[in-house]
C-alpha cells in the first residue's frame, strides 16, 4: 500500500529545526532500547537498530524535502558511507520520494502562470509519477503529445539557507573541522543547491547542454523541454517511457547490452568534462533512463559544474603515470591544487602524501590500459576499504584542515557516482 500524499511542507526555520530534533530524539530512544535489550537478555541486533533509526530519518528527511532529502539522495550513492538500512531507505530519495498532494501542485500551477495545471494542459495527473528531493514530476497530455511536468515542492527554495544552516554545525561536528576550514567547500555546495531550486536556469542548461552533446555520444539522447510551460517552480519537457538504471541494472540479464549503455554513460561523461567543461553533475540511478532501444534519456540538469581550463588541467594531470611515478612532480602538482598548507609538519606532508598518491593511482586506475571491467567487485571495495582506512586513520584526523580547491568537490562526486553507476552494470567498457 502506498503512502498517502503529503498535504504540507514545514516550511519556517522553527518548525525545520523541530522535525530534525524530533528525528534525532527518535533515534536516541532506539539507541536505548537496543542498549536496554542486549542489557537485560543478551540480545541485540544491529541489522534491526539500524533500519529503525534509517526509518525515522527518512520519514523526517521526505517530510521535509529540500536540502535534507537532497542530502539523503547524495549519501545514498556512497556505499561505504552509511549502514546498508540507512542506504536503502536513503536511495528512495532518488526518484520515488513520497508525493506532494495535488492541491498544493495546483496552487503552485496559480501562483507561477495564474492558471490551473487543467488550463495549461488537457489531463494532467493529480498523483505524482515520481517524486525526489526538490520537486516532483507529474504526467500531462496536450493534443497528442505527452509531457512530464516537474513541480517544486512549494517553500523549497525559501528554505534552502536554513535547511543548510542546521546541517552545518553537525557535519563540522562529524568531521571534526571548523567553521574557517570548510567555508570556502560549504559556498560550492551551497551555491549548487541553490541553482538546483531555479528551474529556469535549469531549463536554460538543459537546453543548452542537450543541444551541445546531441550528437557527439552514442546512445544518448535527451527529452524536449518547453519554455511556454516552464517558469522558475515548474519545468515541462517531453514524457520518455523507460526504466530508471538501477532497475534496468537488475533486470537486464544480456550483459552486451549493460557494456553498451555503460559505455554510453561513460562517453557521456567524458564529452561534458573534457570538451565542454560542463557537466551533468548528479550522477545517481534515478537521472537515467533506459528506454525500449537501450538508449540512455538522461534527466535532470539542475546540478551542473563548469570547469575552468587551469583547474581542468591540473585535476587530471593525476592521470598521468609520469606524474604519478615521480615523487617530485607529484608533490608539485598537490601542490598547485592547493592540497598542502605552508602549516604542515613534515609528518603531515608525509601522511598526505601517501594518501594522495594511494587514491590518484586507484581512482586513475580505469584509465591506464584503456579499458576497464566494473564487473571486478574488489575495485570497487578496495575504493571503500581506501576510504575506510583514512576515516579511521586518528593521525589523518588530527590535520584538521580541509584541502584541495573547492571545485573538485562535484567533480569527485561525479567521478565517484559513475564508477558507482558502472559497478551497478557491470560494465566491461573503454575508456580511452
Excluded at 536496554?36 to 521535509?64: I, P, Q
Aim: aromatic letters at 10%; proline letters at 4%; a negative charge.
Amino acid at each position: 500500500m502506498s503512502a498517502p500524499d503529503q498535504s504540507s511542507i514545514p516550511s519556517g526555520k522553527a518548525s525545520r529545526i523541530a522535525a530534525l530534533a524530533g528525528a534525532g530524539a527518535k533515534v536516541g530512544v532506539n539507541y536505548l532500547k537496543h542498549y536496554g535489550k542486549r542489557a537485560f537478555s543478551g540480545d541485540g541486533d544491529r541489522s534491526e537498530l539500524d533500519e529503525a533509526n534509517a526509518s525515522a530519518v527518512y520519514s523526517t528527511f521526505s517530510r521535509l524535502k529540500g536540502g535534507p532529502l537532497k542530502l539523503a539522495q547524495m549519501l545514498s550513492i556512497d556505499k561505504n558511507m552509511l549502514p546498508e538500512a540507512f542506504r536503502t531507505q536513503f536511495a528512495q530519495a532518488q526518484y520515488s520520494a513520497p508525493p506532494l498532494s495535488y492541491p498544493l501542485v495546483a496552487r503552485t500551477f496559480k501562483r507561477e502562470f495564474g492558471k490551473g495545471p487543467l488550463d495549461l494542459f488537457d489531463t494532467f495527473s493529480q498523483s505524482a509519477k515520481h517524486g525526489a528531493s526538490i520537486g516532483q514530476v507529474h504526467e500531462a497530455t496536450k493534443g497528442d503529445q505527452t509531457f512530464a511536468v516537474k513541480v517544486q515542492y512549494p517553500g523549497v527554495a525559501d528554505s534552502l539557507n536554513s535547511d543548510l544552516a542546521v546541517v552545518k554545525p553537525i557535519a563540522l561536528q562529524i568531521l571534526g573541522l571548523s567553521d574557517m576550514d570548510v567555508e570556502p567547500y560549504f559556498q560550492e555546495v551551497k551555491k549548487r543547491l541553490l541553482e538546483e531550486t531555479d528551474y529556469s536556469l535549469e531549463l536554460e542548461r538543459s537546453i543548452s547542454l542537450s543541444k551541445s552533446t546531441a550528437g557527439q555520444v552514442e546512445g544518448i539522447r535527451f527529452p524536449r523541454y518547453y519554455p511556454e510551460l516552464s517558469n522558475r517552480r515548474v519545468l515541462t519537457m517531453d514524457w520518455i517511457d523507460g526504466r530508471p538504471l538501477d532497475r534496468f541494472a537488475r533486470e537486464e540479464s544480456d550483459q552486451a547490452v549493460k557494456n553498451q549503455v555503460g559505455q554510453a554513460i561513460w562517453d557521456f561523461y567524458q564529452f561534458q568534462i573534457h570538451k565542454l567543461k560542463q557537466f551533468h553533475a548528479d550522477p545517481h540511478p534515478g537521472n537515467f533512463l533506459v528506454d525500449a532501444s537501450n538508449e540512455v534519456v538522461v534527466l535532470d540538469f539542475g546540478c551542473t559544474k563548469e570547469l575552468d581550463h587551469e583547474f581542468h588541467r591540473d585535476y587530471f594531470r593525476f592521470l598521468d603515470l609520469e606524474v604519478l611515478n615521480d615523487p617530485q612532480t607529484f608533490e608539485a602538482a598537490l601542490r598547485q591544487l592547493g592540497v598542502f598548507s605552508d602549516d604542515d609538519s613534515p609528518r603531515e606532508r608525509e601522511l598526505i602524501l601517501e594518501g594522495a598518491e594511494r587514491g590518484a593511482r586507484l581512482l586513475g586506475r580505469p584509465f591506464h590500459d584503456g579499458e576497464f571491467d566494473f564487473s571486478d567487485e574488489t575495485y570497487m571495495a578496495s575504493i571503500f576499504e581506501m576510504g575506510d582506512d583514512q576515516r579511521k586513520n586518528t593521525e589523518l584526523k588530527q590535520i584538521k584542515s580541509a584541502r584541495g580547491s573547492a571545485d573538485s568537490i562535484y567533480l569527485n562526486r561525479a567521478y565517484f557516482g559513475l564508477y558507482s553507476l558502472m559497478g551497478l552494470l557491470k560494465a566491461h567498457i573503454r575508456t580511452g
